[in-house]
């Protein structure tokens, strides 16, 4: 979610981005993958920003529902981050 939303927050969007297919990790650390389709804009504004990661995280979203404590942090995580560094 994280390297999602600094990504858009550098004016770079990918509307074929899947976590399973585009996203991976390098130890702990997430890295992008597959880079071929992204676009740089020079202003995206706040609700933009937040489909962008929601696309990506729907299926995190969807997989955590019924683990309770799991899904109450990712989506407190999520909140802050709409508010703190989505903007």
Known sequence: MDLLANRINKGFIDNDCYL??????????????????LEKMEIIDHPTKVRQVEYVMNTIFEMVKDHKELHDKIMQHWDELKESTLL
Do not use: C, F, S
């Open 20 to 37: 399973h297919k585009n996203i991976g990790l390098n130890g702990t650390d997430p890295m992008l993958l597959d880079i071929g389709t």
